[in-house]
C-alpha cells in the first residue's frame, strides 16, 4: 500500500487537511454578482434593441436588484478578506493578468451605472413630486438622455461580470475541481439564467413572462449542456480532475448537486417552464425560484468542492 | 541571475531542522510553517521504499499565485524568488487557491506568507536558514545561472525531479532522486 | 500505610500562572512594508557561547538573543566538532525550551490541604532549608550514603559534586543501565574499553556502515547522521538490520528484516563466514587478537543456514552482507548502536558486535573506530572527598561487570528489606524524568512510597515531579553558567556554557542549588566561589586559554597528545584488557560464570493475538524533555502506533483510529493512541516513538497525547553481567474499545 503523509505537523488552519479559504461570503457573491449580469444584460440588450416600453419590468424594475445585489455581493467579498484595511491596494494597479483585478475594476465601474440606471427612473418611481429630493432630480435629468449609451456600456460590463468569475476559477490550474475551460461560460449562463428567473418574479405583463420563460428555458438547456460536458471533460481528464468529479457525482456531494443544482435547479423548473410554454396554467413563481436557488447551491458546491481537491496529497 | 534549491532526497532523513530553524529565522509563529516535511512509502513488507524530502514554495517561474494576485503583492524580485509585500496583501485568498503546493497560508496578521526563500539573508551573501541547518547536508541553494554553481553541477550530474510539473509552473525546488 | 504517603499529585492546586508570550491580533494598523523575515533580521542581536542540553551530545552553539533579552534563535558553532555549525532540529527548536510558559516557576512544597495531598509554593529559602534539614536527619539516621542521587546531564554534575562532599557515592543514571551499559561492558570485555560518548565511529570515512537495531536518522545524534550523509555521498554501503523498514533502512543497499530478538544468531553466523571463507582481517588478528582459535572452533556450526531458520535472513544474503562488510574492511563499522537494553543478553550481543569490528580489523583503523581523546579539565580545588561506607558499587554487586550506578539497584535499595545492608532513604532526582525512563512502574512506585523524602529537580513539571517532597525550579540550559564540556572525539575539544538570557520566573541554575545546599550542610569549602563563572574562567587560564577567547569562540580545539588517532603500521600497540590483546575469548567472563564468547539463546516470542512492543526515537525529539516544547511539539505533538497492514485488517483498524494496548501482565494504557497502518513494520510487532503520554496537566501541550510505552513495559529482562535492564521483551494487545470506564488523566 502506498503512504503519503506530513511528518513535520504541519497543520495549518484553514489549508490542511484541505483548503477552506474561501467561505459562504464567496459563494454568496458569486451568485449576487451573476444574477446582477444577467439583469443588466437582459435590460441593457432590451434597451439598446428600444423596446423598453415593451419590457418594462426587465427595464425599469428588475433593474433595481443590480445595485443591492453588487453592493451586498462586495460587502461580503470585503468581509471575506483577511486584511481589509487595505482593500484600496486593489484600485492602485490593473493586472491584466489576474481575473480577480479585472473584477475589481469592472465592479467599481458597473455598480454606480447600475446606481446611476435606477436613478434614470427616479420619477417614475417616486411619484408624488413633493417627495422627491432635488439633487437626485437634477442627477435624473442629466442621465436619462445617455440611457442608450449607458446600455451599450453596460452590455459588455455584464457579460464580463458573468464570465469573469468562471475565469477566475477556471485559472486555479493547482484545484482541478475548477480548472476547466467551461466554467467561464457555465457561470455567466448560470448567471444570465438567474438573472431572467428574476426577471420573470418582476415581469409586468404577461408576454414579458413568456419571453423570458422562452429564454430562461433555452439558457436552462444550454447549462445542463455545458455541466455535462464538464463532468465528461473532467471523467476523461487527469487522476486528480478524475477525483474531483467524484466528489460530485458518487461523493459527498452527489446530493446537493444533483438533488439541488441540477434537478431542483434546472430540470424541474424546465419541465415546469415547458408546460407553461405548451400552453398549461403554471405559477410562474414556483421555476423562477427554484432556479434562484439552484444557482446559489451550484456556487456553494463549486466553491466547497473546488477547495476540497488538490494537487498533491 | 536564477535562484534554486536542490535536495537530495537521498541523504534526507525527514528530521524537520529546516521547519524548525525557519521557525526561529523568520518569526514564523508556532502553528504555521513555511516549509514542511513529506514521506512517500511505497511497496509492501519487505520489498518497501521511502521517500523523505523537505517541501516549500517551489518559487516558480511559471508563478500562478503572481498571475492571480489582483494588487501585485505577490511579486516576483530580482533572482526569480516570489515574493508578498504585506502591506499590498488584500487577503483575498486567491494565491493560496492557485498554488498546485499549497505553499501559502494566511498569517494571523491578515497578509499571506510562505517562504521567501530567506531573501534577506541571500542578499548577504548566505544561504537560506534551512539549508544552513540541515544536518545532513541534503539541502543546496545557489544560481542556476551561473554553470559552475553547485546547484548547477548536481543538476548536471544527478538524476532530478520536480514536483507536479504537470502543472506547468516552471518550479525552481528540484529534488535529486 | 492505609493512605498512600506519596500520592502523585495529579491535580494541582495552584492557580494557572504563566502569561501568554505576546498575542498576534488581526493587524488593525498597517504593518511594515517587508515580511517578517526582514523585519526578524533587522532587529540587533547579542550572541552568546552555550552549548546544548537538549539531549546528550552537546553541541556548541550560539544563543542570540533580542534588545528585550530574550532568546530567539540558536545556531550551531561552526567549529564544533560536535556539530559543524548545524544544530540538529531539538537543539533549533531550543528556544522553545526557553520560552515555554508551562515550565516550573517557584520551587514547590508537598502539604496537605484538605486531606487532598498538593504542592504549594514555597521560597527559595523555604525549599533549600527543608532539604538541607531532611537530608542532615537522614544522613545522621543513616548515613549519607543512603541518599541517592538520579541525575542525567549538566545538573546532575553539580549535583554528583556536592553529594560526594556530603559522603555519597550512591549516584545512577538511567542512561547507563537503562540505555548504554551493557555495549560499555561488552567492549571493555574485548578491546579493554568503552565505546563512550560521542562514539568513536569513523562514519566519514567508512565505505561500510552495519547498523544492527540502530536507527540513525531517527536519532539525530548530530555528527553521525552528518558523517553518513557524508558516507552516502561517498557510496559507502549500509547493512541495516531491523524488523522495521527505519529511515537508515531506506537509505541502505542493504536491509535485512530480521525476526526480532535474533540478533546474536545473525552476528554468529557472520563469524562464521567471515572466518571460514577466509575473509577475516588475518594480519590484524594475528598481531592483536587472543583467542581466534577457540572463536574458530565455536562459530563452526554457526552457519548462514543455521541463522536462518532463528533469523529468517536468507542464508545468500548473510553470505553476500558478509563478504560485502569484508570487501569494505578495515574501512567498516558494525556499529555499537546506543540504547541496547534489549532483552536481558545484551552484554553478549555487544560482544559479538565487537569480535566482529575486530575480525574485520576496524578498531583503531580509518573508517572503522578511531582512538578517542579528550583533554582533561582540571578540578576547581576543593577539600577531598570524604569516605563513603557505601556506594552504587556495592549496591550493583550483583552485577560483577557493572561500571556505573545502575538504577533499578538503587531502586531496589530503596524498599525496605529486613536484610538490605545498603538502604536507600532518600532521592534527589536531576535532569531525568524517570517515570518514562525506568520500566516496570510498579517497582518504581513501591520504592518512591518508602521514601523518607525525595527532591525533583527540572525546568519542567514532568510526570515524576508530582511524586516529589520539593520540586526545585531548574533554569534552563540557555540561562545559565555549566561545567566547561570536554568529550572524547577525534580531537580534544572543549566548550562553554555562559548564561544568555536572564533566568526566567523564580527558576535558578544547578549550580546555584548544589552551592545553597552546600552550605545548609556546611560545605561551603568545596563550593569555595560565588558565581560559577569563576570557576570556568580559573579553569580555562589552566589550560592555556581565557574566559574572554571562549567567549569570542565558543569553543577551543587541543591537539592530541595520546598518538595518532589510528593504529599505526608495524605498532605495538597494547589494548587495556588484562592480556593486552583484543580478546576474542574473554577469560574475564568465564572467570565470572557468564559464557566467554556469546552463544544464542532464544527469548519469548509474542503470544497469539499480542505483538512485540518495539520503541525508538523520532529526530524533532528527546524524550519527555521536548514533548512539551512548543516549537518541537509543532512538530510531532503524539505518537503512533505503527501497525501492519495485515494486523490492521485483521484487527479491523483504519488509520488514524484511536487504540488502547494491553500487555501480557495485564497492564492498560492510560490514554489511547492513533493507528499509523503502514508497510514499514514486520506484523509480529508494533512500534512507536518514546517519551510520549504525559500525565501531568500542567504540560498543557502534552498532557494525554499519545501512550506511553514505559508503562506498557511491566517485564524486564536483566543483564546478568552488568544488570541493564533489557525492555524489548513484553508484548501488547491492541484494544479498540476503550477499556477505562471513566476515563482518568
Redesign the interface.
Known amino acids: 500500500m502506498q503512504e503519503e503523509l506530513f511528518i513535520s505537523g504541519r497543520d495549518i488552519p484553514n489549508i490542511d487537511p484541505y483548503l477552506q479559504i474561501w467561505h459562504w461570503p464567496i459563494s454568496v457573491y458569486l451568485f449576487l454578482g451573476g444574477l446582477a449580469a444577467g439583469i443588466i444584460f437582459f435590460s441593457s440588450v432590451i434597451t439598446v434593441l428600444g423596446k423598453e416600453k415593451e419590457y418594462v419590468g426587465a427595464v425599469k424594475y428588475a433593474t433595481l436588484v443590480p445595485p443591492v445585489a453588487l453592493s451586498l455581493g462586495l460587502l461580503a467579498l470585503v468581509y471575506d478578506l483577511t486584511h481589509p484595511l487595505y482593500t484600496y491596494q486593489l484600485y492602485t494597479t490593473i493586472r491584466l493578468e489576474s481575473p480577480m483585478s479585472w473584477g475589481a475594476w469592472v465592479l467599481l465601474i458597473t455598480t454606480p451605472l447600475t446606481f446611476m440606471w435606477v436613478l434614470t427612473y427616479y420619477s417614475e418611481f417616486v411619484k408624488n413630486s413633493s417627495k422627491r429630493i432635488g439633487f437626485l432630480v437634477k442627477i435624473e435629468e442629466f442621465l436619462v438622455p445617455y440611457r442608450k449609451q449607458m446600455a451599450y456600456a453596460l452590455i459588455p460590463l455584464s457579460i464580463i461580470l458573468g464570465v469573469y468569475t468562471g475565469i477566475l476559477l477556471s485559472a486555479f490550474n493547482a484545484r482541478p475541481l475548477w480548472n476547466n475551460a467551461i466554467l467561464g461560460p457555465l457561470f455567466l449562463t448560470s448567471g444570465l439564467s438567474t438573472g431572467a428567473a428574476t426577471i420573470i418574479l418582476l415581469a409586468k405583463s404577461s408576454a414579458e413572462r413568456h419571453l423570458f420563460t422562452r429564454i430562461d428555458l433555452a439558457l436552462i438547456v444550454l447549462e445542463l449542456g455545458l455541466i455535462v460536458h464538464m463532468i465528461m471533460g473532467m471523467h476523461a481528464g487527469s487522476q486528480v480532475q478524475l477525483e474531483a468529479m467524484q466528489l460530485l457525482v458518487g461523493g459527498e456531494f452527489t446530493l446537493m448537486f444533483f438533488g439541488f443544482v441540477i434537478i431542483l435547479g434546472l430540470l424541474v423548473p424546465a419541465s415546469i417552464e415547458l408546460m407553461e410554454i405548451l400552453g398549461k396554467k403554471v405559477p410562474a413563481a414556483v421555476p423562477a425560484m427554484l432556479i434562484l436557488l439552484g444557482g446559489l447551491i451550484f456556487r456553494f458546491v463549486m466553491v466547497e468542492a473546488g477547495q476540497i481537491t488538490r494537487y498533491l496529497y | 541571475m536564477r535562484y534554486a534549491m536542490v535536495i537530495d532526497t537521498l541523504k534526507c532523513v525527514g528530521c524537520s531542522d529546516c521547519v524548525v530553524a525557519c521557525q526561529t529565522e523568520n518569526n514564523v509563529p508556532v502553528g504555521y510553517c513555511r516549509d514542511w516535511i513529506t514521506e512517500v512509502v511505497d511497496g509492501s513488507y519487505p520489498n518497501v521504499e521511502l521517500e523523505l524530502k523537505s517541501e516549500r514554495c517551489n518559487h516558480c517561474e511559471n508563478a500562478p499565485c503572481v498571475r492571480c494576485c489582483p494588487t501585485g503583492a505577490s511579486h516576483i524580485i530580482d533572482g526569480g524568488i516570489v515574493l508578498v509585500t504585506p502591506e499590498e496583501c488584500i487577503g483575498c485568498g486567491a494565491c493560496i487557491e492557485s498554488c498546485p503546493y499549497d505553499a501559502r497560508f494566511q498569517h494571523p496578521e491578515g497578509y499571506v506568507d510562505k517562504c521567501t526563500f530567506c531573501h534577506h539573508r541571500v542578499e548577504k551573501g548566505q544561504s537560506p536558514a534551512c539549508v544552513s541547518v540541515c544536518p545532513t547536508n541534503c539541502m543546496y541553494f545557489g544560481d542556476l545561472d551561473d554553470p559552475n554553481s553547485e546547484v548547477s553541477n548536481l543538476l548536471r550530474n544527478r538524476k532530478f525531479k520536480t514536483l507536479a510539473p504537470e502543472a506547468g509552473t516552471k518550479p525552481h525546488v528540484y529534488y535529486l532522486i | 500505610m492505609d493512605k498512600s504517603r506519596r500520592s502523585f499529585i495529579r491535580i494541582s492546586a495552584l492557580g494557572a500562572g504563566g502569561v501568554a508570550m505576546g498575542t ?5 494598523y ?12 533587522s532587529v540587533p542581536l547579542t550572541r552568546t557561547a552555550t552549548y546544548c542540553e537538549v539531549c546528550f551530545w552537546k553541541c556548541a552553539a550560539w544563543a542570540y538573543t533580542d534588545d528585550k533579552g530574550d532568546v ?5 558553532n561552526e567549529i564544533d566538532p560536535h ?1 559543524y ?5 531539538r537543539g ?2 531550543g ?1 522553545g525550551m526557553y520560552s515555554d510558559n508551562d515550565r516550573l516557576k517557584k520551587p514547590l512544597i508537598r502539604t496537605e490541604i484538605d486531606g487532598e495531598q498538593t504542592f504549594r509554593e514555597a521560597t527559595w529559602e523555604e525549599a533549600l532549608d527543608l532539604i538541607a534539614k531532611k537530608f542532615t536527619e537522614i544522613s545522621q539516621a543513616h548515613g549519607p550514603e543512603s541518599i541517592a542521587l538520579l541525575k542525567h546531564g549538566s545538573p546532575g554534575k553539580h549535583l554528583e559534586h556536592l553529594f560526594k562532599a556530603m559522603g555519597s557515592d550512591t549516584i545512577a543514571e538511567p542512561a547507563y543501565a537503562q540505555c548504554r551499559g551493557p555495549r560499555e561492558t561488552g567492549f571493555a570485555a574485548t578491546f579493554g574499553s568503552w565505546v563512550g560518548s560521542p562514539e568513536p565511529t569513523d562514519i566519514r570515512d567508512t565505505r561500510c556502515l552495519v547498523l544492527i537495531g540502530s536507527h540513525i ?2 536519532n ?1 545524534h ?1 555528527t553521525q ?2 558523517e ?3 558516507a ?2 561517498q557510496g559507502a554501503t549500509i547493512i541495516t538490520v531491523d524488523p522495521r ?1 527505519s ?1 537508515a533502512a ?2 541502505s543497499k542493504y ?1 535485512l ?1 530480521i525476526k526480532p530478538a535474533t540478533d546474536i544468531a545473525l552476528l554468529l553466523s557472520w563469524m562464521h563466514v567471515l572466518i571460514y571463507e577466509d575473509l577475516y582481517d588475518k594480519e590484524y588478528i594475528d598481531k592483536y587478537a587472543l583467542g581466534f582459535r577457540q572463536l574458530k572452533d565455536h562459530v563452526r556450526t554457526f552457519t548462514p543456514e543455521w541463522a536462518y531458520g532463528i533469523t529468517k535472513i536468507k542464508p545468500q544474503d548473510i553470505r553476500r552482507t558478509a563478504r560485502e562488510m569484508a570487501n569494505a574492511a578495515p574501512a567498516v563499522i558494525v556499529h555499537p548502536g546506543r540504547h541496547v537494553t534489549w532483552y536481558g543478553d545484551d552484554t553478549q550481543r555487544s560482544r559479538s558486535i565487537a569480535i566482529l569490528n575486530a575480525l574485520l580489523g576496524s578498531w583503531g583503523r580509518r573508517g572503522g573506530f578511531y582512538f578517542k581523546e579528550s583533554i582533561k579539565v582540571p578540578k576547581y580545588p576543593h577539600p577531598e572527598y570524604p569516605e563513603h561506607k557505601w556506594g552504587w558499587k556495592e549496591l550493583g554487586k550483583a552485577y560483577p561487570l557493572a561500571q556505573m550506578g545502575i538504577t533499578t539497584e538503587v531502586i531496589k535499595a530503596s524498599i525496605p528489606n529486613g536484610d538490605n545492608p545498603y538502604p536507600v532513604k532518600a532521592w534527589m532526582v536531576a535532569g531525568t524524568n524517570i517515570t518514562k525512563s525506568i520500566p516496570n512502574k510498579k517497582l518504581l512506585e513501591e520504592a518512591i512510597e518508602s521514601l523518607d523524602f525525595m527532591v525533583v529537580m527540572d525546568t519542567m513539571p514532568m510526570d515524576v515531579t508530582g511524586y516529589a517532597d520539593v520540586v526545585l525550579p531548574e533554569a534552563t540550559y540557555l540561562e545559565r553558567a555549566d561545567g566547561i564540556r570536554s568529550a572524547t572525539n577525534r580531537e580534544p575539544s572543549v566548550a562553554v556554557r555562559l548564561p544568555a538570557a536572564k533566568p526566567r520566573f523564580d527558576s535558578k541554575p544547578g549550580w546555584w542549588v548544589a552551592k545553597q545546599i552546600g552550605e545548609r550542610l556546611g560545605l561551603s569549602d568545596y563550593f569555595d566561589y560565588e558565581d560559577y563563572e569563576d570557576v570556568i574562567k580559573w579553569q580555562l587560564e589552566q589550560m592555556g586559554t581565557s574566559l574572554t577567547e571562549l567567549e569570542r569562540t565558543g569553543v577551543k580545539m587541543y591537539p592530541r597528545k595520546s598518538g595518532s588517532m589510528y593504529l599505526e603500521k608495524d605498532e605495538a600497540y597494547e589494548f587495556s584488557t588484562s592480556s593486552g590483546k583484543i580478546e576474542l575469548y574473554s577469560q574475564e567472563l568465564k572467570e565470572l560464570g557468564f559464557d566467554p564468547m556469546p552463544v544464542y539463546q532464544r527469548h519469548p516470542e509474542p503470544p497469539a493475538g499480542y505483538y512485540r512492543l518495539n520503541y525508538g526515537r523520532a ?2 525529539h528527546t524524550f519527555s524533555r521536548t514533548a512539551n516544547n ?3 511539539n ?4 503524539e505518537n503512533r502506533l505503527w501497525v ?2 495485515k494486523v490492521a485488517r485483521i484487527l479491523d483498524l483504519r488509520n488514524g483510529q484511536e487504540v488502547w494496548l494491553k500487555n501480557q501482565d495485564g497492564v492498560i494504557s492510560d490514554f489511547s493512541i492513533k493507528v499509523r ?7 509480529d510487532s508494533v512500534y512507536m516513538v518514546h517519551g510520549f503520554g504525559h500525565t501531568n496537566k500542567k504540560l498543557t501541550r502534552a498532557v494525554g497525547k499519545g501512550i506511553n510505552d514505559t508503562q506498557m513495559i511491566s517485564s524486564v529482562a536483566v543483564d546478568p553481567i552488568m544488570g541493564g535492564t533489557g525492555m524489548r521483551g513484553n508484548f501488547v494487545s491492541i484494544l479498540s474499545e476503550n477499556p477505562h470506564k471513566t476515563v482518568e488523566i
Open positions: 498576534t491580533g488581526l493587524g488593525l498597517p504593518v511594515s512594508f517587508d515580511d517578517t523575515g526582514v523585519k526578524a533580521s530567539v534563535k540558536l545556531i550551531g556539530c555549525g548545524r544544530l540538529c532540529p533549533t527548536g528556544v536518522g531517527e539525530m548530530n547522521v552528518q553518513m550523509s557524508d552516502i555521498d523498514f529511515t531506506s537509505k536491509w528484516p529526530p524533532m512548543p516549537n518541537l509543532d512538530l510531532k505533538d501492519n497492514p497502518v503502514t508497510e514499514r513494520i514486520r506484523w
